[in-house]
């Protein structure tokens, strides 16, 4: 009875300072900008590269980012699903993964973060650790968005009043991922790239847990290799799916599916002495894609592991095993594949814009005034962040500062019977019509995490619910707003309109 009431006057104490902070001060989170005055309007061409055309370099550097589980007295908080989840175990390693590309005149670095997600500030600061003899034009931070990993948001701590984000970890991340980058540019070397697009039907694999049905389901990969040998330096594998397969009762901490597709794409899999796949060695990024909408390996999912023949149902590491053995198997015949056509000229282009987006939720707002979300707010109930658009060759990459609906970036946005707002579809075209290339990457979770980005048409917090739901759907309560999804969508479609009337005829 105790317990129960110490619960009730904390939360009834953490309700009346936000009222009171609200009221007095609008809280010193809130108005607090963690990088003043900081913006980007980045314009390069790849015309240069096509006139006066240098052979393709990459490189990859890659740095542990295991938490410290060896005080009690500092748990590790686990990001996803709810709170007091403290880490009882590492399962696996959590990494940063960079890569640099260099086409002789433009240098783009991205790394991607074993991680729930990376506010805008903590990206600032990761460039501004780069140093300047790097030469890196500009740099993409990604989170894979893995809930089983420690918090680096604020919203999964021991409580609803007191954040999961341990001050030493973000700095170890921050870091991490400036020496990964650093580490890459060292390794800078001849490379060729070759593309690969691959059919990847959902069944089996993700559920769309909220209407409508629509998918980001295939597997996307920019594959490096050595002009000489043919040796595998290293790859960027573009997926969707929300890296949560061991679900809200693990404990351990671990990269799920995206560090098995990498392992498994670098060292094959063997098992009971059998070897079952063989890896091509490198260093291998995932990069998740289009998220929202909710894109998950559910429980109700089987999954067959295609090497051991086996299903797997109940939520498990070996169920996240599964997962990446069937990316990994769909990936690696295409690297055997001596006839795919590739190239040693890449030219590079690059688009990026700060961006400001209002928060009207409430919830975000009151864990800024309790100092849980601890970024940058440049004015009252507005926040900083980033589109870009990165042209490699015959590719193109289109960063999103969040978990963006699939239906705005392939089609399928509705107007949702019982939505909030009795309008059309705002966000059209689809992005990856408006984007150029053959192949076309979406990065999620790139240079920010802003939550869920919900087409406006299908907005919904009151009665009626959308499709006929009996009560709230879910979404919206990890979205900032129903603005959010044009504001991103227009400056997006703006810069691939700019990016492809740049693109030189050839």
């Known amino acids: 009875m105790k317990k129960y009431l110490l619960r009730i006057l904390r939360w009834s104490t953490g309700l009346l300072l936000v009222v009171l902070i609200g009221l007095f001060g609008r809280g010193v989170y809130a108005f607090r900008d963690r990088t003043p005055g900081y913006k980007i309007d980045l314009k390069i061409n790849p015309a240069k590269t096509y006139a006066e055309a240098r052979p393709l370099r990459v490189g990859f550097g890659r740095i542990k980012i295991n938490p410290d589980l060896s005080d009690p007295k500092r748990p590790v908080w686990v990001a996803g699903f709810s709170h007091h989840r403290a880490a009882t175990a590492i399962h696996d390693d959590l990494w940063a993964i960079a890569c640099v590309i260099d086409d002789g005149h433009t240098r783009v670095g991205m790394v991607v973060l074993d991680a729930i997600g990376f506010f805008h500030d903590d990206v600032v600061a990761v ?13 993409i931070v990604c989170s894979t968005h893995n809930h089983s990993t420690p918090d680096l948001m604020g919203l999964w701590g021991p409580d609803v009043l007191h954040t999961g984000v341990d001050p030493n970890y973000r700095r170890q991340v921050i870091a991490s991922a400036t020496k990964s980058l650093g580490d890459a540019v060292a390794a800078l070397q001849p490379a060729r790239m070759a593309l690969h697009e691959i059919s990847t039907p959902s069944e089996g694999l993700v559920a769309d847990t909220r209407k409508p049905t629509v998918f980001d389901p295939d597997i996307r990969v920019m594959h490096f290799t050595n002009p000489s040998s043919g040796a595998t330096i290293g790859s960027i594998v573009g997926w969707a799916n929300h890296p949560e397969t061991p679900w809200g009762n693990n404990t351990e901490i671990t990269s799920d599916f995206c560090g098995y597709v990498r392992e498994t794409l670098e060292h094959g899999f063997t098992h009971e002495g059998k070897p079952m796949a063989t890896g091509v060695g490198g260093i291998h990024l995932y ?91 440049v004015r009252w109930k507005t926040m900083r962040t980033e589109v870009a658009v990165v042209t490699i060759g015959d590719t193109s990459i289109a960063c999103v500062p969040g978990e963006i609906y699939p239906e705005i970036i392939n089609g399928g946005i509705e107007r949702a019977p019982g939505g909030d707002f009795e309008i059309e579809p705002l966000e059209v075209p689809p992005v990856r019509e408006l984007m150029p290339g053959r192949v076309k990457f979406v990065f999620g979770l790139a240079n920010d995490e802003l939550g869920y980005i919900i087409p406006k048409s299908e907005w919904d917090v009151k009665p009626p619910y959308i499709y006929g739901s009996k009560g709230h759907v879910y979404g919206e309560v990890n979205s900032c707003g129903p603005e959010t999804a044009r504001l991103v969508h227009s400056a997006m479609a703006d810069l691939l309109r700019d990016t492809k009337a740049a693109q030189p005829t050839r």
């Open 127 to 139: 460039r501004r650790g780069c140093a300047a003899e790097w030469k890196l034009d500009y740099t």
């Open 287 to 377: 990069v998740n894609g289009a998220v929202g909408g909710l894109m998950t390996t559910h429980p109700s999912v089987t999954v067959r592991d295609p090497y051991l023949q086996k299903d797997y149902k109940e939520p498990s590491h070996e169920k996240s095993r599964a997962v990446g053995h069937q990316l990994a198997a769909r990936i690696l015949p295409r690297f055997a594949d001596t006839n795919a056509t590739s190239t040693n000229v890449a030219a590079i282009g690059i688009r990026a814009r700060t961006l400001e987006i209002p928060i009207d939720n409430n919830l975000f707002l009151a864990g800024a005034y309790l100092g849980l979300i601890d970024r940058g707010h």
